[in-house]
């Protein structure tokens, strides 16, 4: 059982606007920063959002991230099939002084 | 640009040992945390151990500890994961990864991971 429940699945039309949501702890997402990954099929994982709501350059805009106490989430609007993917949170946790992630949501273009 | 490159993974029996290296390139090793990162197949990211930029400081998630070690050589840009008493859950591939803003941040670099697979 993951640390940061995610919900296990997601799914969206072209162009639609998702939302994954991230759960947590006053020990993790309540009092640190929360980073967003993409994970294709046999690739690492790529970085999304870091620090609850910036994006690394080359991220599209179409990411965006937001934090409320010890919740997170990732929207993406204007959904494209290249999108599909696996989405994972995380964030340090001062309980376990190591990182934790949520379980991933799967993603996928209808 | 920042490059992690892991190797040693590869098939070991119960009870094995294995040793993973990650070697680092285009930015200042020596002054960065270091951290490894796995994850088993079809399944999630699991945090398994982090190492301060000095050495100093280590930790361990509780599914490693007392067999999993970490550890660092400044000198030669390069991250140690020397693993033994493995078990068939250890099976995973290993990413070496490092955040360039702080330890108390999720990693923003990952190397291409090295697979481990731990079966008779």
């Known amino acids: 059982q993951s640390v940061l429940p995610q919900p296990p699945s997601a799914s969206g039309t072209p162009g639609q606007r998702v939302t994954i949501s991230c759960s947590g702890s006053?020990?993790?997402?309540?009092?640190?920063?929360v980073y967003w990954y993409q994970q294709l099929p046999g690739t690492a994982p790529r970085l999304l959002i870091y620090?609850?709501?910036q994006r690394p350059s080359g991220v599209p805009d179409r990411f965006s991230g937001s934090k409320s106490g010890t919740s997170a989430s990732l929207a993406i609007s204007g959904l494209r099939s290249e999108d599909e993917a696996d989405y994972y949170c995380?964030?340090?946790?001062?309980?376990?002084?190591?990182?934790?992630f949520g379980g991933g949501t799967k993603l996928t273009v209808l | 640009e920042v490059q992690l490159v892991e190797s040693g993974g590869g098939l070991v029996q119960p009870g094995g040992s294995l040793r993973l290296s990650c070697a680092a390139s285009?930015?200042?090793?020596?002054?960065?945390?270091m951290k490894w990162v796995r994850q088993a197949p079809g399944k999630g990211l699991e945090w398994v151990s982090y190492?301060?930029?000095?050495?100093?400081?280590?930790n361990y998630a509780d599914s490693v500890k007392g067999r999993f070690t970490i550890s660092r050589d400044n000198a030669k840009n390069s991250l140690y994961l020397q693993m033994n008493s493995l078990r068939a859950e250890d099976t995973a591939v290993y990413y070496c990864?490092?955040?360039?803003?702080?330890?108390?941040?999720?990693?923003?670099?990952w190397g291409q991971g090295t697979l481990v697979t731990v079966s008779s």
């Open positions: 995380a964030a340090w946790d001062d309980s376990l002084s190591g990182v934790v």
């Open positions: 006053s020990s993790n997402i309540g009092s640190n920063y």
């Open positions: 190492i301060s930029s000095s050495g100093g400081r280590i």
């Open positions: 990864v490092t955040s360039s803003f702080s330890e108390y941040d999720p990693p923003d670099y």
């Open positions: 620090r609850n709501n």
């Open positions: 285009g930015f200042p090793f020596g002054g960065y945390e």
